[in-house]
């Protein structure tokens, strides 16, 4: 049997610095270490974060919108332009219905707020950020127990070659997405997500102006996001410049069942399982049912060298309920991000969600250690100073937006023969929205607010 190792954090029990865990390292770990950075008085903390994907490639993600709230909590913490350096500004969202053959809305937006990136660029550069965290890939989190005093254990698996880990922490802060631990753990009847009847199948297009076919380069490289509602499916379409485009076709199950069974294939059989050029004679099926005025997006499939690469993936759309107490009363374990509330990408926003969660959590956190330096008195603070703050302030947010993604599933994505127009609603931030947030912002900051 392999002895456990226990991780040094450098500090003794009870002296400080607070000894702060983050489980994993996507959008809502990361922001979280960031922030706490930004926030805590130097020293005050230790920070070391922990993910099982030994880089931000193995992730298998295509893109994220990242919305107003995400691009606003990134600002406060002074790194907006450096976390989003590879992104590609949006400037309007289109709205398409193909059986009316036209364009039928048109939301302008603030591009400085609204942003699209590749899932892997983005972790890239908001790991290499990182200054004072200690970064652990390879690390997966399989237990957490609470320990004396309101401490938690955190233990787990480093690699086939390696030694478990085990190591003690004053707050574990669980990032760790949608087949969270600790939500299991700690709400293990509500760690199940729930298959909400649909899936999309996500591809990253990319070509160069030699060799790309008509109007593809300037689509990729332009600020439109587009959606286009078909009678089977729709497309959503996120340029992400650079001669790239994030293609999302969504359609719900009855549909795929047909179309599967039109190339022969069991209605259960895994994505990766499914022959390439069964791949694609899919996706043109479905892009020649949602063509833009200007034609169909499936010479732009063409572009694919590799139907079985990562790019391209089906993800079957599941949800969790948002958590009412996201945190353990006994001990001190707080949940965020995806772990927290899963959410369907219906409206763009898992990612900007999981990113205003850190930024919020970390703030409350600084403070509170702020007021209480010693670990153990911190310990003792964090139910009543950080976490039942932290809930009363997100949980009517994430239940809110949990609505509103669920309403455009079904009217974009399941019923979308019976429905002409798309649902959208003030989670989109239009350009008046914006500058009314901004000018808000300047006046709080002008009465020192
Ligand atoms: C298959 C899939 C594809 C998706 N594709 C897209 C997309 O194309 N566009 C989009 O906008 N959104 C996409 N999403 C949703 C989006 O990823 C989330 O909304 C967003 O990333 C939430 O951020 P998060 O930090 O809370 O969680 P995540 O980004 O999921 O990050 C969780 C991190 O925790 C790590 N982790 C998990 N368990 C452990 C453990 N036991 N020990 C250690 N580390 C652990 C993981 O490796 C991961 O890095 C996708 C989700 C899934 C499940």
Redesign the pocket.
Known sequence: MTATVAISLGNERGAAPVRIGI????????VTALALERYLVPGRARITL????ASAT????????IQERACRALERIGKLEQALARANPCTELAFYQARLGRRFRTVRVNSHYTRTVV?QEF?ADLSALLEQTVLLRR????TIDPAPDRAVVVS?EQGPDQAPFAAEFDLIVA???????ARSRLFPAAATPCDRGFSCI?MLVEDTPETAPPGFMARANSGRNELVMGSLSTLTMFPLGAGRL?L?IGFDHATKRSLWSEQGLAEDVEWAQIPAAKKKAIAVRLADDTPLPDGSMSPALDLVSDWNSYKI?L?SMRDTDPLSRPYATSSGLVV????AH??M?TI?M??S??IEDAEMLARAVALAIQQNPDAASFRAAAERAVFAPFAAARVPVWNDLMGRARQAAIQNFIDVGRHKRFAIGPQIPNTLLSKLVTRGEAILGALGL
Do not use: C, K
Request: overall charge negative.
């Open positions: 489980l994993g390292a996507g959008p809502a770990g990361l922990f993910d099982q994907n193995d992730y298998p993600g295509v893109e994220y919108g899932r972790i690390h997966t989190v399989t787990g990032a760790d997405g949608v087949r969270s631990v996500y994030a999302g993936y993800w965020i991000g995806d772990a899963a959410m990408p763009g898992g990612a969600l999981a």
